[in-house]
């Protein structure tokens, strides 16, 4: 890898992506669409609204920060995902759709260094997105009085934390997805499908060895997901990215 040509990618993927609207709009609803839902239904469900009860099935039975929280993961078990999958989708599909694939092979830097670079910018924006949420969501419950910020919340918030970025890693599959497929479209089916197998395996009842569903069902029970249950998410990037390097290595313009 050449050191210099990869901090150029970065720049410039970095550039792109603070200027995306697609990635503004993902922010806003990953961020505070997330938050003002979650502590909405938590209001709503403190308040005694019996149809909100009735939709929020065993956190119905929870109260306080422990009922945000567990609101707030069920939320992100499936919108994060999706809204991490469309961005990533984009920040690969884009160069297809709108045709500057082609200039890519012209650069000096190396095709592998540009897919690594949109990797690098796309995880750390991912992390951006999950602190951000997390301080959200502290303010939230404060604003609702769900009572004094304990240790056990602070673990839970870390929990969440953990999951809103560990489900950035569960949508790197997109990113291979719309590189194959040339567009966004592929890479948007690709998380659909994430996300319907993740829950139809935790309907099965095998979630918690489901790299995929793992992260969710641990932010929910932690007691439920032993550590190397969890650790098998790191499964996804492993496999996946090396093989979107090596997909971008070999990229023709014919096919």
């Given at each position: ?75 992100t078990a ?63 419950g404060l ?103 090596a997909t ?8």
């Amino acid at each position: 890898m050449n050191r210099a040509a990869f901090t150029a990618a970065i720049a410039v993927e970095s550039r792109k992506t603070l200027a995306s609207r697609v990635v503004i709009t993902s922010t806003v609803l990953l961020v505070a669409g997330i938050a003002v839902l979650a502590g909405s239904l938590t209001w709503a469900a403190s308040t005694g609204n019996e149809q909100v009860l009735a939709q929020m099935g065993p956190m119905a039975d929870r109260t306080g920060w422990d009922r945000l929280m567990g609101v707030v993961a069920q939320v992100t078990a499936a919108a994060a995902v999706l809204g991490f999958g469309v961005t990533v989708s984009w920040m690969f599909g884009r160069e297809f759709t709108d045709g500057t694939i082609t200039g890519l092979f012209a650069l000096p830097v190396s095709r592998p260094d540009i897919a690594l670079a949109k990797l690098v910018i796309y995880l750390a924006w991912a992390l951006v997105v999950a602190t951000v949420l997390v301080l959200l969501l502290g303010l939230v419950g404060l604003a609702i009085d769900l009572g004094p910020v304990t240790g056990d919340v602070l673990a839970a918030l870390a929990r969440q934390h953990a999951l809103t970025g560990l489900s950035a890693v569960i949508a790197i599959p997109a990113a291979l997805a719309a590189t194959l497929g040339r567009g966004l479209l592929p890479g948007i089916a690709t998380t659909i499908g994430i996300v319907v197998t993740a829950q139809v395996v935790v309907v099965a009842g095998s979630g918690a060895w489901f790299p995929l569903a793992a992260p969710a069902l641990w932010a929910l029970e932690p007691a439920r997901v032993t550590s190397t249950q969890l650790a098998l998410v790191t499964v996804v990037p492993v496999i996946f990215v090396p093989a979107i390097l090596a997909t971008w290595r070999r990229l023709q313009l014919d096919r």
